[in-house]
């Protein structure tokens, strides 16, 4: 059975640096492109970007470019997504995303459970 | 980049309405379009890939149609569950845009 596993809730103030993860199993890790997506409170869902663990591809939507890391170590089948200076407007549930087949960009039918991430000073 | 962009934004129907929502890219996207539900507190769930294909599982009164730039989500007619949001999303590409959710109300 696939399953995507996040890390859980974080609370963080402003400036602060931050690092969640998502760790598949039940598939061939390596070879499927996952994803990152963000959901603000009561707001739609936006894709951040998605990377291809056998190399560390990582490619990014333009509105969160620069602002974001998403890296993955194929070793122990893991994907983070990484903040170096969090604002408040990075409060969101954030959701790891699989497309449903391997090697390509397939639409989105495995999904983590979502982390939860509040910056307040 | 593509933009993608529903109608409406929200939507108040009755249980055995049907109900259609519409989804348009900024440009031909072929038939590279996926609709999802999504609950308050879960992830979203496909119901419809490739425009037109029912995710196995997905009860048969959803249905998806168009290509190129315009395209529908139809609820032929709404149960208690189906009342969600719901988004469409362009794939086959690292950009993934999704539209920006229909909020489905019960009136």
């Known amino acids: 059975e696939v399953q995507l596993v996040q890390s859980g809730a974080e609370v963080k103030k402003p400036g602060e640096s931050l690092k969640i993860s998502c760790k598949g199993s039940?598939?061939?890790?390596?070879?499927?492109?996952l994803g990152w997506v963000r959901q603000m409170p009561g707001k739609g869902l936006e894709w951040m970007g998605i990377i291809y663990p056998a190399d560390s591809d990582a490619r990014y939507s333009p509105s969160f470019q620069g602002q974001v890391t998403i890296s993955a170590d194929k070793s122990i089948s893991t994907a983070y997504l990484q903040w170096s200076s969090l604002k408040a407007s990075d409060t969101a549930m954030y959701y790891c995303?699989?497309?449903?087949?391997?090697?390509?960009?397939?639409?989105?039918?495995?999904w983590g459970q979502g982390t939860l991430v509040t910056v307040s000073s | 980049d593509i933009q993608m962009t529903q109608s409406p934004s929200t939507l108040s129907a009755s249980v055995g309405d049907r109900v259609t929502i519409t989804c348009r890219a900024s440009?031909?996207?072929?038939?590279?379009l996926a609709w999802y539900q999504q609950k308050p507190g879960k992830a979203p769930k496909v119901l419809i890939y490739k425009a037109s294909s029912l995710e196995s599982g997905v009860p048969s009164r959803f249905s998806g149609s168009g290509s190129g730039t315009e395209f529908t989500l139809i609820i032929s007619s709404l149960q208690p569950d189906d009342f969600a949001t719901y988004y469409c999303q362009h794939y086959n590409t690292y950009l993934y845009t999704f539209g920006q959710g229909t909020k489905l109300e019960i009136k």
């Open positions: 440009q031909s996207i072929g038939d590279w």
């Open positions: 039940g598939y061939s890790f390596s070879t499927h492109w």
């Open positions: 995303a699989r497309p449903v087949n391997a090697f390509t960009y397939g639409y989105i039918f495995y």
